[in-house]
């Protein structure tokens, strides 16, 4: 069954910590996204890579950091530079560059305590 | 900045009745349009398109209307079904290097009553 594995779901976080956020995907698509949503308003755009070793830099990069080492995983790192971080990630992916016809997955929720 | 506004945080509607969904947007090279559908506890679902070369795109029950004039899109739904019940999203692309560079507007509660 293809589709997008995001784990952990919940994730609490002492402040000053990083915590990483996995993705796989066996969709076999090439690009890959990270969005963030917080309440009352849309996702919004952290990185995205459309090909394995590459990756660039979203709306809201900052405090984040990411790899694409193989095309099945992207995950995101989430540092202790990021002033916000308590919020709902999404992970998605696409089959290229060429379409806004994303396949998320089922998120992971962040809480800093 | 919001560039992708949802002015209506949620709607009502009655079984078997049009669903009307809003959407205006203000970046002028936006050129492509989607609706995503959202369940709780679950992450966005792909729901229909529409590229800026067109005015109307339709897919089953689901139409959305490009006006792009006024920046606006909608996004309609006939009949609605208790099963539509979700939150709906409109983002946008300027498409160049990767469509999937997606602005999201905020979100429309839609509940469709029996």
């Known amino acids: 069954d293809g589709g997008i594995t995001q784990s952990p779901k919940y994730l609490f976080r002492k402040e000053g910590q990083n915590v990483t956020l996995s993705c796989e995907q066996n969709?076999?698509?090439?690009?890959m996204y990270w969005y963030r949503q917080d309440p009352g308003q849309g996702l919004r755009l952290i990185y995205y890579?459309?090909?394995?070793?590459?990756?660039q830099k979203g709306d809201i990069a900052e405090g984040y950091s990411v790899s694409r080492e193989k095309k099945e995983s992207f995950p995101l790192t989430v540092t202790s530079a990021q002033k916000n971080p308590t919020a709902f990630y999404l992970c998605?992916?696409?089959?290229?560059?060429?379409?806004?016809?994303?396949?998320f997955g089922e998120g992971s929720r962040l809480t800093v305590l | 900045d919001q560039q992708v506004k949802q002015n209506s945080p949620s709607l009502s509607v009655q079984e078997g009745r049009i669903s009307i969904l809003n959407c205006d947007y203000t970046?002028?090279?936006?050129?492509?349009f989607l609706w995503y559908k959202k369940y709780p506890a679950e992450g966005p679902t792909f729901l229909i398109s529409?590229?800026?070369?067109?005015d109307k795109n339709e897919d089953g029950r689901f139409t959305v209307f490009l006006n792009k004039s006024a920046k606006h899109l909608s996004l309609h739904i006939v009949p609605s079904q208790p099963g539509d019940s979700a939150v709906y999203f409109c983002?946008?692309?300027?498409?160049?290097?990767?469509?999937?560079?997606?602005?999201f507007g905020q979100g429309t509660i839609l509940t469709v009553h029996p």
């Open positions: 983002a946008a692309s300027a498409g160049g290097t990767s469509y999937g560079k997606l602005t």
């Open positions: 970046n002028s090279m936006f050129d492509y």
């Open positions: 998605a992916s696409s089959k290229g560059r060429n379409t806004g016809e994303l396949f």
């Open positions: 529409i590229s800026s070369i067109k």
């Open positions: 890579s459309q090909i394995v070793n590459d990756f």
């Open positions: 969709l076999n698509h090439d690009a």
